[in-house]
């Protein structure tokens, strides 16, 4: 069998981990934690998140090493618990893109309600509008996707360092800021730190998916740690360095609170209107992206049962249509109701959140049970308490991925009888054509 060469150096590496963890968060976050609390808040905020992730970070990187496939988070979830958790992380992740799209798409919206002073219903609007370009986009095909990856990549990365360029007399307010919120001199409510922190924790989704690479690194017992820790240390530094510009700015009285708060900051930029349009590329290639990754994942899912067995379908030009079509109708249906029950954008984000945090406890347990020695225990328990601290300020909405979870092993398990009830037909004789991937349960990640 053909394997994937070892290709990637650690700079080519970098780049890419850099490229699939920098996204439409660094554009809506600041302004969104500015919305959840005050300026001292948000920075002890962004601080705390940034320390919770330190063991899950080592936590992904480990289990990167150790198991380099595209199997990710379903082989870490299968690790842990055995095959039906697979079918959980599954559907896990697919709850979580349901809330995510029209999320980002709302996000891109909200930039646009700025540049254009739209109204709620306009911004609901051309929220439609987006997911509706996230669909004709993704039925063009893989190389229309690919070329707006691409150019948005760089227009994200071109408005990040001019972002930062023309903003930085803020950066010196920010640090004091900083300073009085680590001192207790500042206006500080914990709750509103852990709310502040939980919408953060999407700013650090990302490395338990960069598993699906490191097959194909050089030297990965030298560079897969290399690989993680300095994407960790380049990314959560640009992330803070905004986070106290934004603060600075804030506290000087530029208004910057909500989703699409960093396009006050662009006051201070030249071109600032054409930099807000750029801001709305950049959010409606990303939505484009989501859509292209949860598309896949329901075709999958669909070829091995843990979806409708309509999911699994293509088109003529092998695209997933079914996948897509409902993605839309379903996000479509979810921004009319936020506009309708004023649900925030933030909500959510927390939501997709929310499923991450219980994905992370699959992942915990797969390093609790592959890893020896101090380490063990050590990152396993730190990894613990910052997952503890995470849910803990959730309440009715843990019904949510809990459901999620226990829909998927309910899956599982019937697939199961089914494939029995299949092979105790044939085993009698009887001329029954088999389901197509009995051979692949209860696996789902060969795909």
């Known amino acids: 069998m053909t394997e994937l060469g070892k290709t990637i150096t650690l700079r080519r590496g970098l780049g890419l981990a850099i490229c699939m963890l ?40 480990r289990l990167g090493l150790k198991f380099p496939s595209t199997s990710g988070l379903a082989g870490y979830a299968e690790e842990a618990v055995g095959p039906w958790g697979g079918y959980a992380v599954s559907y896990l992740v697919g709850g979580s893109f349901f809330f995510g799209l029209p999320a980002v798409a709302l996000i891109g919206s909200e930039y646009m309600g700025q540049l254009f002073t739209l109204s709620e219903a306009g911004v609901a609007l051309f929220a439609v509008l987006l997911v509706t370009l996230m669909l004709l986009s993704n039925l063009a095909g893989m190389r229309a996707i690919s070329l707006i990856n691409y150019m948005a990549l760089a227009v994200l990365f071109l408005l990040i360092g001019l972002l930062i360029s023309f903003n930085l007399d803020f950066f010196g307010s920010g640090v004091g800021i900083a300073r009085e919120a680590v001192n207790g001199s500042g206006n500080v409510d914990l709750s509103n730190v852990w709310k502040v922190s939980a919408l953060l924790f999407w700013a650090f989704l990302g490395w338990e998916n960069l598993s699906f690479s490191l097959g ?31 603060s600075g700015a804030s506290a000087a009285g530029v208004p910057l609170r909500g989703a699409a708060g960093l396009s006050g900051l662009v006051l201070f930029t030249p071109g600032g209107d054409f930099l807000v349009c750029l801001m709305v590329i950049v959010v409606a290639a990303n939505a484009c992206s989501w859509n292209f990754t949860a598309s896949r994942l329901l075709y999958a899912g669909g070829r091995t049962g843990i979806f409708p067995a309509v999911f699994g379908k293509l088109s003529k030009r092998d695209i997933p249509v079914s996948g897509l079509v409902g993605l839309y109708v379903l996000s479509i249906i979810l921004i009319i109701g936020s506009y309708f029950f ?100 209860p696996c789902p990640t060969q795909h």
């Open 342 to 441: 004023k649900i925030p954008v933030s909500a959510m984000i927390l939501l997709v959140n929310q499923n991450f945090v219980f994905l992370y406890a699959f992942i915990i347990v797969a390093y609790w049970k592959t890893e020896v020695g101090w380490r063990k225990w050590v990152f396993s328990a730190l990894s613990l308490v910052s997952l503890s601290f995470l849910v803990s300020g959730f309440t009715w909405e843990v019904i949510y991925p809990i459901f999620l979870i226990g829909f998927g092993h309910y899956r599982f398990l019937e697939k199961k009888r089914q494939l029995k009830k299949q092979l105790k037909t044939l085993q009698s004789g009887k001329d029954l054509p088999l389901c197509e991937d009995y051979m692949e349960l």
């Open 22 to 61: 920098i996204g439409t968060g660094i554009l809506a976050l600041p302004g969104l934690a500015l919305d959840a609390g005050s300026v001292h808040e948000a920075v002890l905020g962004w601080f705390l998140i940034s320390l919770i992730a330190v063991p899950l970070i080592q936590i992904c990187a």
């Open 216 to 246: 194909e690194i050089k030297e990965p017992e030298k560079n897969v740690p290399l690989l993680y820790w300095l994407s960790f240390a380049l990314v959560t530094s640009v992330y803070i360095l905004l986070a106290l510009i934004s």
